[in-house]
Every structure is written in structure tokens, then in C-alpha cells.
């Protein structure tokens, strides 16, 4: 079965620093894989997703991850965060008809 | 054009209580999922709608959930008898296709509290 981890509950940056989510797939099939972001009292929006074409996917608001096959990691980053950006990030890997959701980075942007 | 909507935003109900969840899918969108958030751990797969068919109902934790989606339109999902252990958000999201590469596109969750 496929499934991704999350690596970190809690991030937390100063604005402007990088940022960098981490997610690890486990999959023994090529995955499809997504990053969706939840603001405050909003549903699951989708920033980026990796369906076997480019390794390196550029998404919405900034955000940008990489498909790493030998490090099976498919890390979000963005290069200086903003005051906006805080919110919970879900990794997901589709599996047949569903997602399997990692247990989410809740991003902190401090001032 | 109109996302993803559920109904309630909000529930908070006893022990035993019955509770009906209500989602509005993005019109022409014949694929429509459930899932569900307890406790800030992963949001976990309930089930998977084509039209009005269940394709995949393996993540319904038991026979006291039941989803339904007469017509094809909406969905409806019940806990009966709800059960502490119930209490977090359900999600609602729906696709065109249902590819596995398909964007599943999400309402805003109806957060439920069981007393």
C-alpha cells in the first residue's frame, strides 16, 4: 500500500526565510503525488502536484517541490515565506480512487 | 463556479444522536469522496462515489455510517448512533474524472462534536 509521511507537526520561519516541508512517499509503484494547503476555517486547496512528468513541480502562491526518486521524497519548498503562508500542508499520495493524506505540517510565519 | 459545499459547517450532538452531513459537489462532477480528520491526525479515506454508485466504501469504519447519493447530485452522509469516538471533520471532495492523477477539489469540512 501507498502511503507518505510528514516530517515535522510544527514549522515554524521568520518571513522571508526559506521554506522547506518535508515528505517521504512509500510506494512500490511510480506514485502520484500532491500538496494541498488548508487556511484557517477553509478546505483542502490544492498547491502542486506530481503525476510522473517533471521532477521538479511549480505550484501556486510560490511553491515549488521535487520528486526524488532515490530519496523517495517529494519536499515543498518556497524561497522567502510570507506572513500569508501560514497554514496546515497536507502531502498525498493517490492511491486507485483515493488519497492517503500525511497528518499535516502546521506552518508558522513569525514576523 | 460554485466549490465544493457542505452542510453544516458545524455539529454538536450527544452520544446516540443521529446526524445527516450534506455535500454539494462541483456541478458535472460525477466523482464524490469522504473523508475524515480525527484529533489532528491524517485525514483518512471513507469512501468513494461515482454518480450515484459506491465504487470504494473500504474506509467507512462501520455499519453506523451510511452515504448515500440519490440522482448523483449530492451526498448525504449519517453516523447513526453517533459515538464519541465520531467526533472530527468530514471532508467532502469531488473530481471529474477520477483519475488517480485528478485534482480532488475540497469543501470546507463539517466539524463534528459528539458529547
Known amino acids: 500500500a501507498q502511503s507518505v509521511t510528514q516530517l515535522g507537526s510544527h514549522v515554524s520561519v521568520s518571513e522571508g526565510a526559506l521554506v522547506l516541508l518535508r515528505c517521504n512517499y512509500s510506494?512500490?509503484?511510480?506514485?502520484?503525488l500532491f500538496w494541498y494547503v488548508q487556511y484557517p476555517n477553509q478546505g483542502l486547496q490544492l498547491l502542486l502536484k506530481y503525476t510522473s512528468a517533471a521532477t521538479l513541480v511549480k505550484g501556486i502562491n510560490g511553491f515549488e517541490a521535487e520528486f526524488k526518486k532515490s530519496e523517495t521524497s517529494f519536499h515543498l519548498t518556497k524561497p522567502s515565506a510570507h506572513m500569508s503562508d501560514a497554514a496546515e500542508y497536507f502531502c498525498?499520495?493517490?492511491?486507485?480512487?483515493?488519497?492517503?493524506f500525511g497528518a499535516g505540517t502546521r506552518l508558522t510565519v513569525k514576523p | 463556479e460554485a466549490g465544493v459545499t457542505q452542510f453544516p459547517s458545524h455539529s454538536v450532538i450527544e452520544k446516540g444522536q443521529t446526524v445527516t452531513l450534506r455535500c454539494d459537489p462541483i456541478s458535472g462532477h460525477d466523482n464524490l469522496y469522504w473523508y475524515r480528520r480525527v484529533m489532528g491526525k491524517e485525514i483518512k479515506f471513507l469512501l468513494h462515489f461515482v454518480k450515484e454508485s459506491k465504487q470504494d466504501e473500504s474506509g467507512m469504519p462501520n455499519n453506523r455510517f451510511l452515504a448515500e447519493r440519490t440522482g448523483g447530485t449530492y451526498s448525504t452522509l449519517k453516523v447513526q448512533p453517533a459515538e464519541l469516538e465520531d467526533s472530527g471533520v468530514y471532508f467532502c471532495a469531488s473530481s471529474q474524472r477520477g483519475a488517480p492523477t485528478d485534482t480532488q477539489y475540497f469543501g470546507p469540512g463539517t466539524r463534528l462534536t459528539v458529547l
Open positions: 498525498a499520495v493517490s492511491q486507485n480512487n483515493d488519497m492517503r
Open positions: 510506494s512500490s509503484v511510480p506514485p502520484y
